[in-house]
């Protein structure tokens, strides 16, 4: 059974930075694209960023391009979510997901495993 772990979220000041990081078990990490999404307070989940298996490709939501980067390491079964010029409107539940087909997660936002979650608070 796969299982992802997400880790390294917490409280940041306006304009700070986190990185966070998702761990998957129980399968070839390699076999899967990756991709995080958020839930701020009150609102739906939505699809953060994305990344192909070996890394070759890579897509963003709008409000965070130029600010955030996703990135992998195949060699430690690592999926992160580098985050730059936080605002306070990127408060939120972070989730690590995992997907067979990079094209589900993106333009159906239905990977096959998601991870339970990690809070993400940025104060003004």
């Known amino acids: 059974q796969v299982q992802l772990v997400e880790s390294g979220g917490g409280l940041v000041q306006s304009g700070g930075s986190l990185k966070l990081s998702c761990a998957l078990s129980g399968d070839s990490f390699s076999n899967y694209a990756m991709g995080w999404f958020r839930q701020r307070p009150g609102k739906d989940r939505e699809f953060v960023a994305v990344i192909k298996r070996y890394a070759d490709s890579t897509r963003y939501a709008d409000s965070v391009k130029g600010r955030f980067t996703i990135s992998r390491d195949n060699v430690r079964n690592l999926a992160y979510l580098q985050m730059n010029s936080l605002l306070p409107e990127d408060t939120a539940v972070y989730y690590c997901?995992?997907?067979?087909?990079?094209?589900?997660?993106?333009?159906?936002?239905?990977?096959?495993?998601w991870g339970k979650g990690t809070l993400v608070t940025v104060s003004s």
């Open positions: 997901a995992a997907g067979l087909n990079f094209h589900n997660i993106i333009e159906f936002h239905a990977p096959d495993y």
